[in-house]
């Protein structure tokens, strides 16, 4: 009996690969078909990038981008990643311009709305994925419990109920909201 092995993907395929409809990401070269999400994450996802992207702009900080934007995390065999939201500052914007491929590294600021289907493994496996390629903050989104986790490393985390105010600290300066806004 023979095996039949397969050739990982490529971020280079994934780019090029149909709509059909679907979110993918590419993990070590293994391609990972991700769920539409429902209607409380979609409400949540705005509620933060809404306000995220009017300071971002307004300050001239740099982007921010939507769920389907994919970052190149490692090569070889090649992982993609799509964060819910990212924010890039304008200093590596500017360095690389606007790309038609995927942005190479983490971005700045990664977020992450928790869907039901997540399992806690997964997500904290996406998070040092996240702080391992530099992601100098990540939030993790909780519409279930209504908090914001906050990475800063895989030691320095905080966890903000609706009393709290999330902040962009020296990630993206200037940046508040109240938590309690989030879920509204």
């Known amino acids: 009996m023979?095996?039949?092995?397969?050739?990982p993907m490529t971020a280079d395929e994934l780019l090029e690969m149909p709509?059909?409809?679907y979110r993918y990401e590419l993990v070590k070269g293994e391609?990972?078909?991700?769920?539409?999400?429902?209607?409380?994450h979609g409400q949540v996802t705005v509620a933060l990038t809404g306000p995220l992207h009017m300071h971002v702009k307004k300050h001239n900080l740099g982007r921010v981008y939507a769920a389907e934007?994919?970052?190149k995390l490692e090569s070889d065999p090649d992982t993609v990643r799509a964060p819910d939201i990212?924010?890039?500052s304008?200093?590596?914007v500017e360095a690389t311009g606007t790309l038609t491929g995927f942005r190479s590294g983490a971005p700045d600021l990664v977020v992450e709305v928790l869907s039901p289907s997540d399992r806690?493994?997964?997500?904290?496996?996406?998070v040092k994925q996240w702080l391992e390629?530099?992601?100098?903050?990540?939030?993790?989104v909780s519409p279930k419990l209504h908090t914001v986790t906050v990475y800063r490393s895989l030691t320095d985390i905080v966890t903000l109920t609706e009393k709290d105010t999330l902040d962009g600290g020296d990630v993206v300066p200037g940046f508040q909201i109240n938590v309690v806004d989030i879920f509204a």
């Open 19 to 21: 709509d059909e409809g």
């Open 2 to 7: 023979s095996a039949t092995l397969t050739k």
């Open 133 to 140: 390629a530099d992601a100098r903050l990540v939030w993790i």
């Open 86 to 88: 990212a924010f890039v």
């Open 69 to 71: 934007t994919g970052f």
């Open 90 to 92: 304008r200093e590596r």
């Open 120 to 126: 806690i493994g997964r997500i904290e496996a996406k």
């Open 31 to 40: 391609l990972i078909q991700m769920s539409p999400t429902g209607d409380e």
